[in-house]
């Protein structure tokens, strides 16, 4: 079923992310981690469908999206960070994503942050955040997606990698195997991977290899 919500509010996160507020639904609901697909309500782009997971919690009385900006064609992002307050979105009905299923650790590549922020919002307000840990890489520090609210979340077990930026406050290097080991203490808990394609297969294979249980590792399909 199609919905056209209009655009409540729009903010700044990182130079190339924005949170986009807009109007719920009646008795729409979702559960943290799940997506709809999204288009434009302008003529020529109604049918240019993409899927968006919700950072907002089901109990907020707006629905809310974190969206990264592509610029190098103009695609369904490009127009999104060009509408202003008071434009349309059209929505759909939701369908699962990433679910979770229980502690562990969320491994998460630049804009694959987005399916995990509504999880670790509800788990923080539910004071069941503290057993998780987040590794979250992206290119340099000014990339990184929340960062204040997820370190006041995660305190100790928010870990940043930098793969193009050796500042001294940051890890610097790539989520690989050697980094992986050092992180992860228990290879039998859940783990949550997004990011682009080729980062979720090279990571499921490392945990795969050092132990971790197919079922319990959980990721973007």
Not at 6 to 15: E, F, P, R
Request: glycine letters at 6%; aromatic letters at 12%; charged letters at 25%.
């Amino acid at each position: 079923m199609d919905h056209i919500v209009k655009i409540l509010d729009i903010h700044d996160v990182t130079h190339n992310v924005k949170s986009f507020k807009f109007e719920k639904p009646a008795n729409y609901t979702f559960v943290p981690g799940q997506a709809t697909d999204v288009s434009v309500n302008k003529p020529k782009w109604k049918e240019e469908k993409r899927p968006f997971t919700f950072t907002s919690l089901n109990e907020y009385p707006y629905l809310e999206f974190t969206i990264k900006r592509y610029t190098d064609h103009d695609g369904v992002t490009n127009q999104i960070h060009q509408l202003k307050v008071g434009d349309e979105l059209i929505i759909r009905d939701v369908w699962g994503a990433i679910e979770y299923k229980g502690p562990g650790y969320f491994i998460a590549g630049g804009a694959g942050i987005t399916p995990f922020v509504a999880i670790l919002r509800q788990l923080y307000k539910d004071n069941k955040l503290a057993a998780n840990k987040l590794l979250f890489s992206n290119k340099t520090a000014n990339d990184i997606i929340y960062e204040d609210e997820l370190q006041t979340m995660l305190g100790n077990n928010f870990i940043n990698v930098l793969t193009d930026d050796q500042n001294s406050n940051y890890i610097y290097g790539h989520i690989d195997e050697v980094f992986i080991k050092k992180e992860v203490s228990d290879f039998k808990a859940h783990f949550y991977v997004c990011g682009p394609d080729s980062m979720i297969t090279a990571i499921n294979d490392i945990l795969t290899g050092l132990g971790a249980t197919p079922d319990n590792v959980v990721f973007e399909k």
